[in-house]
């Protein structure tokens, strides 16, 4: 199967106008999409790319001729997250709101003011992906999307005027090993091209330290050790050793990052499967794109999303039908289809549609099969407390510093390490 022509990433796109995000509602349960009990306009804020095209949510509107979805999405995941925190509880929320697992921490805290995902549909999802937008009492608030397992994206184009390998299998067999092995093949295409190797510091920290199963806080106490971990410190100088040579210095979702991608101002980036539409979306007319079934240190899973449903909103049982069938297995495997966004569900894991679902823009790359075992190869889940989107959102930043000159790699250190500390 081949995938469908995916639209351009919307995250260029201005945060969508407030008028179509604000609902009036304190409590409301609304009626529901199939019931036939008047006309419904639904609203879904999501951001990045879901997969959720036009033509994807004309299919539920077709089949429920009383529902309007109206789909917004925000610039950034930071800008949607911003949102969603100021105002959950209160009225301006869509009907159904998208979020990162990375926020999971924060908004465990406010379960009771998110509608429950249906007992009956907890099976449908990975163990892991169920346990973690589950709350102590058993509540399950979050329908799971997708994960995120990671391969290595290329330019076959650039691979071969540096004289490296471009076929798939052998580029593959030339990673294969640690995150040095990654950074000396970065050594071998920089001394021959003079060109950047991957896109940014920040990138490829976040592809290490998913490695790391508690970086940044004690899963047994809620403590913050994120300065005092040896692994976030090591990784931290290992990327950025390697960014003083390799690094096209581009900060990912940045207007030149964006650019980068047609442009060939860097060879290789890591890729969750998500990633695939952003590349495609943003760098259609490139010929060279390609993807690897390795990543540097064995396996990693980037990232990760669920729907929920806002407990005061107009439309609570209409929304969570449309959430249900948004993460039905069916459902999921066309919005991987769409944008590359690799579901959670287990049905959908064995489906044939999903394993035999190749990418004619990245040469035609397996990639149902090639990110099937990406996933299984994944064995850390890394413990994201209270304060991990923080800390790692400052990491970003640090590392963004050193980049772009304004501070040396020690003195970006002690700036992060000074920001942690005031957390706790």
Known sequence: MKNRALRRVALVAAVASTSALVLAGCSGTGGSASGGDGDVTLTIATFNDFGYTDALLQEYMDAHPNVKIVHNKAATSNEARENYFQKLGKPGLADIEAIEVDWLPEVMEYADLLAPVPDDLKSRWLDYKVEAATSPEGKLVGYGTDIGPEGVCYRSDLFAAAG??????????????????????????????????????????????NQVEAAYENPDNGEITATSNPDVKKIYDQVLK???????????????????????????????????????????????????????????????????????????????????????????????????????????????????????????????????????????????GTFYFQINDAMQKALTRVEDGTQDAATSWKQWATEVDALS
Not at 191 to 200: H, L, R, V, Y
Not at 270 to 286: D, S
């Open 164 to 209: 490296l390998p471009t076929d798939r299998a052998e580029v593959a067999k030339m990673l294969q090993g640690d995150w040095s092995t990654y950074f000396a093949a970065g050594d071998t295409y920089v001394a021959a091209t003079g060109k950047a190797f991957f896109d940014s510091a920040g990138g490829t920290y976040q592809g290490a330290i």
């Open 242 to 384: 390697a960014s003083a040579t390799q690094s096209a210095h581009l900060g990912q979702w940045s207007d030149d990052w964006f650019a980068g991608l047609s442009n060939g101002a860097f060879a290789t980036m890591l890729c969750p499967g998500w990633m695939l539409g952003v590349i495609e979306g943003n760098a259609p007319e490139v010929k060279g794109w390609d993807i690897a079934n390795v990543f540097p240190g064995g396996a990693g899973n980037w990232g990760g999303s669920y729907l929920t449903v806002p407990g005061n909103g107009k439309n609570v049982e209409a929304a969570q039908e449309l959430a249900d069938w948004l993460t039905d297995p069916e459902t999921q495997v066309k919005a991987f289809e769409n944008a590359g966004t690799f579901p959670s569900q287990t049905d959908a894991l064995k489906a044939d549609a999903l394993l035999g679902n190749t990418n004619e823009y990245f040469n035609n790359a397996p990639v149902g099969e090639m990110l099937s075992e990406r996933a299984q190869a994944v064995k850390v889940s890394p413990y994201k």
